[in-house]
């Protein structure tokens, strides 16, 4: 089972930007594909942004364009950069295993404790 830390989060103004990174542990990482999620206050958990094994990486219609998702095999870590943040992505964010079906994204494992992102207008 892969176990997930994810860091990076804070506070920004809109317009801004940040990294998150997810440092992974146990399972087999470089098999797996890895996603990003995002809760906001009162909301559902929603599918951000996943990369598979080889790179190919799939984004919600609301940050295509402006969050870019990577990884590092090497070091076990996926990030987050977000580009031109809106006060709309202010959540909770989280990653997690994923299974992509139609290019959305699914959670497959347990959370970790998140990071708090919060975008001020």
């Known amino acids: 089972q892969v176990h997930m830390v994810e860091s990076g989060g804070g506070l920004v103004q809109a317009g801004g930007s940040l990294r998150l990174s997810c440092a992974a542990s146990g399972g087999t990482f470089r098999s797996y594909t890895m996603g990003w999620f995002r809760q906001a206050p009162g909301k559902e958990r929603d599918f951000v942004a996943a990369?598979?094994?080889?790179?190919?990486?799939y984004y919600a219609d609301s940050v295509r364009g402006r969050f870019t998702i990577s990884r590092d095999n090497a070091k076990i870590t996926v990030f987050l950069q977000m580009n031109k943040l809106k006060p709309e992505d202010t959540a909770v964010y989280y990653c997690?295993?994923?299974?992509?079906?139609?290019?959305?994204?699914?959670?497959?494992?347990?959370w970790g404790q998140g990071t708090q992102v919060t975008v001020s207008s």
């Open positions: 997690c295993p994923t299974a992509v079906v139609a290019g959305t994204g699914y959670p497959r494992g347990s």
């Open positions: 990369i598979d094994w080889s790179g190919g990486t």
